[in-house]
């Protein structure tokens, strides 16, 4: 098997109390990751490489801004164009 450029090669250690454990294994459980560990790293890199859902909103709240500033333009483009025609 080839060694890939991006292999997992640095460990990172934290601790977590008995209850906060039990909520990422439950996670697990539900299926969101094979196990602890993978669940952190995934939900830690996601905030890292802003694929977080506060980067998400923003993001969207810009495109309802835009979607709403060309639905203007295009009202004030078309009432333009029928009092052209109206006259």
Known sequence: M?????????PVAFHVTRDEYEKLKAECDAGAARNPSEL???RILRAVTGNSLAAVATRLAELEQAVQQLSQSLETGASHGSNETAQ
């Open 40 to 42: 952190a790293r995934a």
């Open 2 to 10: 080839p060694k890939s450029r991006n292999r997992l090669t640095k």
